[in-house]
């Protein structure tokens, strides 16, 4: 079928991720992708700079991970896991422990980064409940975060962002304000003091405080002192709270560390993953909890207090496609692609670059700030060119950008060469002057 049919079809009954299906943005048609690039039907090439929603950190279509899922779907595609289990399972467990941090030890396989994190704010209340704390059933979380789109973590995400329609349909959680001491700049104590306020006034409520470790991404793009870290992992300790770090937006490299929370030092009780994991090639994210966290929630009591309760002997979630083998597969595939990578220096080389070309936009009088943690390069402007502009320059440089808000940003794949950066950061560049 010619693309032109294909096109009408998509416009009249797909709808695509933030959009109108009533008025339909322009979508570009993509017929293969490897590596770097995506390959669109009418020949061109797009370097994809986001690394298609921060996914392909390795890359599209990494031989070794196709030949992973290929010699899966020849043995079994699916098989609940209710009952069962299977060699691509339990090897990703093995690969996932030896990467965790001392402690965390439990995982649960789920479907998506959003679903990982309705399993850890979950977890959290049934931990609490177990220890005889049943009020405790709220969590703190910070403006600016994100983390996903089904109801229990649009109710964690920013309460003034992209959510404010589904108000009436999210529980109430407690909301702190984001740090403003910047990752690369000085720590200021008193960015703390609205974290502990809300402690101090909810914290006999509060199950859990959740936070994106270090790099808020998807609401704000913006970096914060790990100094805040450090203070978040004491303050939930002294007060009996868990701390869930998302990660799936962090993990995996993306910020220099395997994990964001590295760079504070810090372990926190049950840690959320997606994305890279798969390496973009099948969905599936996992959360990962504390052994005290497992125990208390398989019931076993904690200490003699007579007050603690009981877990219930079983965590209350079950995916239908939890545990996919096909996707548990490409987990393990990539994962062991990911360690023989040196994702540290290429990691660390992106950075250098993106410090030093993004830098040179830093004095345009349309750039409000330019940051850059890792692989991540963010541009915030004053004001965003019009989309019918973006779209241009899109097609003129043959870089995919997904610019939103007044953020113009790559997280590209760790493969990406120095010549792609220098294009990527070269259109990046063309928005900021084109606003």
């Given at each position: 079928?010619?693309?032109?049919?294909?096109?009408?079809?998509?416009?009249?009954?797909?709808?695509?991720?933030y959009?109108?299906?009533g008025?339909?943005?322009?979508v570009?048609?993509a017929v293969?992708?490897s590596?770097?690039?995506?390959?669109?039907?009418d020949?061109?090439?797009?370097?994809?700079a986001?690394?298609?929603?921060?996914?392909?950190?390795?890359?599209?279509?990494?031989?070794?991970?196709?030949?992973?899922i290929?010699?899966?779907?020849?043995?079994?595609?699916?098989v609940?896991?209710?009952?069962?289990?299977?060699?691509?399972?339990?090897?990703?467990?093995?690969?996932?422990?030896?990467?965790m941090?001392?402690?965390?030890?439990k995982?649960?396989?789920?479907?998506s980064g959003?679903?990982?994190v309705?399993?850890?704010?979950?977890?959290?209340?049934?931990?609490q409940?177990?220890?005889?704390v049943p009020?405790?059933?709220?969590?703190?979380?910070?403006?600016?975060?994100?983390?996903?789109?089904?109801?229990?973590?649009?109710?964690?995400s920013?309460p003034?962002?992209m959510?404010?329609?589904?108000r009436?349909?999210?529980?109430?959680?407690?909301?702190?304000?984001?740090?403003?001491?910047r990752?690369?700049?000085?720590?200021?104590?008193?960015?703390?003091?609205?974290?502990?306020?809300?402690?101090?006034?909810?914290?006999?409520?509060?199950?859990?405080?959740?936070?994106?470790?270090?790099?808020?991404?998807?609401?704000a793009m913006?970096?914060?002192?790990?100094e805040?870290?450090?203070?978040?992992r004491?303050?939930?300790t002294?007060?009996g709270?868990?701390?869930?770090c998302d990660?799936?937006?962090?993990?995996?490299?993306?910020?220099?560390?395997?994990?964001?929370h590295?760079?504070?030092?810090?372990?926190?009780?049950?840690?959320c993953l997606?994305?890279?994991?798969?390496?973009?090639?099948m969905?599936?994210?996992?959360?990962?909890?504390?052994?005290?966290?497992?125990a208390?929630?398989?019931?076993?009591?904690?200490?003699?207090?007579?007050?603690?309760?009981?877990?219930?002997?079983?965590f209350m979630?079950?995916?239908?496609?939890?545990?996919?083998?096909?996707?548990c597969?490409?987990?393990?595939a990539?994962?062991?692609l990911?360690?023989?990578?040196?994702?540290?220096?290429?990691?660390?080389?992106?950075?250098?670059?993106?410090?030093?070309?993004?830098?040179?936009?830093?004095?345009?009088?349309?750039?409000?700030d330019?940051?850059v943690?890792?692989?991540?390069?963010?541009?915030?402007?004053?004001?965003m060119p019009?989309?019918?502009?973006?779209?241009?320059?899109?097609r003129?440089?043959?870089?995919w950008?997904?610019?939103?808000?007044?953020?113009?940003?790559?997280m590209?794949?760790?493969?990406?060469?120095?010549e792609?950066?220098?294009?990527?950061t070269?259109?990046?560049?063309?928005?900021?002057?084109?606003s």
């Amino acid at each position: 079928m010619e693309t032109e049919k294909l096109l009408s079809i998509d416009r009249e009954h797909l709808w695509h991720p933030y959009a109108s299906i009533g008025n339909p943005p322009p979508v570009n048609f993509a017929v293969s992708a490897s590596d770097t690039r995506i390959r669109l039907a009418d020949g061109s090439e797009l370097i994809d700079a986001v690394s298609s929603w921060w996914t392909a950190a390795l890359g599209h279509n990494p031989p070794e991970v196709v030949e992973a899922i290929k010699r899966q779907c020849d043995a079994m595609t699916h098989v609940m896991f209710a009952g069962f289990t299977h060699l691509p399972a339990v090897e990703l467990a093995e690969r996932l422990l030896a990467m965790m941090p001392p402690g965390l030890t439990k995982i649960f396989l789920a479907d998506s980064g959003s679903i990982a994190v309705e399993c850890a704010a979950k977890m959290a209340v049934q931990y609490q409940h177990a220890l005889g704390v049943p009020r405790k059933s709220k969590l703190v979380a910070l403006k600016g975060g994100y983390h996903g789109d089904t109801t229990g973590t649009m109710a964690l995400s920013d309460p003034d962002g992209m959510h404010v329609l589904f108000r009436g349909l999210m529980p109430r959680h407690f909301f702190a304000e984001r740090p403003k001491s910047r990752f690369d700049g000085e720590w200021d104590d008193s960015d703390f003091a609205s974290m502990r306020q809300v402690l101090d006034e909810h914290g006999d409520e509060v199950a859990a405080v959740i936070v994106e470790p270090i790099f808020q991404a998807a609401n704000a793009m913006w970096m914060y002192h790990a100094e805040y870290l450090r203070k978040l992992r004491a303050e939930c300790t002294r007060r009996g709270i868990l701390l869930i770090c998302d990660e799936v937006a962090t993990g995996f490299g993306r910020t220099g560390k395997l994990f964001a929370h590295e760079h504070a030092g810090i372990v926190p009780d049950i840690m959320c993953l997606g994305k890279i994991l798969t390496g973009g090639n099948m969905t599936l994210a996992a959360t990962v909890a504390s052994e005290g966290v497992a125990a208390a929630i398989s019931g076993d009591k904690i200490g003699d207090n007579e007050t603690s309760g009981s877990g219930g002997g079983a965590f209350m979630h079950g995916p239908t496609y939890m545990g996919n083998p096909l996707a548990c597969a490409a987990a393990r595939a990539t994962l062991e692609l990911l360690e023989r990578f040196d994702w540290r220096g290429a990691v660390a080389r992106i950075e250098a670059e993106f410090k030093e070309q993004l830098g040179a936009y830093s004095a345009l009088p349309n750039v409000r700030d330019v940051r850059v943690l890792g692989a991540v390069g963010v541009l915030e402007l004053e004001r965003m060119p019009p989309a019918e502009r973006v779209a241009q320059i899109i097609r003129d440089t043959g870089v995919w950008l997904r610019p939103f808000a007044n953020y113009v940003y790559a997280m590209p794949p760790y493969i990406t060469p120095s010549e792609e950066i220098r294009r990527i950061t070269g259109a990046m560049g063309e928005m900021a002057f084109n606003s």
